[in-house]
């Protein structure tokens, strides 16, 4: 599989092996007007890239949503990596999920395989500084429903329902 992987970094195929989760809402990126979450220290013991214990979606990452959002929020990010945290790699490019695209597959990953949501039940007030990006994001969570069965988007819609609340202020 590394082999699969590193022909994928190394030509420009971003929605097939992407950093993810909590680690990519643990880099900071200036350009999404959010910043990195608080588990800074999660990044600590990794030296080196491509490394096990970072989460990785896309066709051959632990996770897939490739179906959902295709390569909605994925961006280059080697050099903001390797900035932040000292990490050592051969490869040509990392791609790593925005804090959007990271918040949704959290929250499919979480209903599907927990049936219940971590981390980013607080969203739109944690993670998004901006309230028109946390309107794309919103929007772009409602490709998931088709995905879920009926207490999943029970689950599903008591999230969306509280990123809404906090928007108008309540």
Known sequence: MLKNI?????NNIPNKFYISGIYALNITNNDEDSFGDWHRNIWYNINEYPNS??????DLGEFNTNDIWDSYGIYEGKGLLLKENNI?????????????????????YYIKKYKVIWEVGEAAEEYILDNKKIIEMLDKSKYVVKYLNNDELFIYNKWYLKQEK?????
């Open 88 to 108: 050592i790699t051969n490869y040509k490019n990392i791609y790593i999920a925005n804090h959007r695209r990271a918040v949704l597959d959290l929250l499919y």
């Open 166 to 170: 906090y928007l108008m202020g309540e």
């Open 53 to 58: 214990n970072i989460t990785h979606f896309g």
């Open 6 to 10: 590193t022909e994928l970094l190394n």
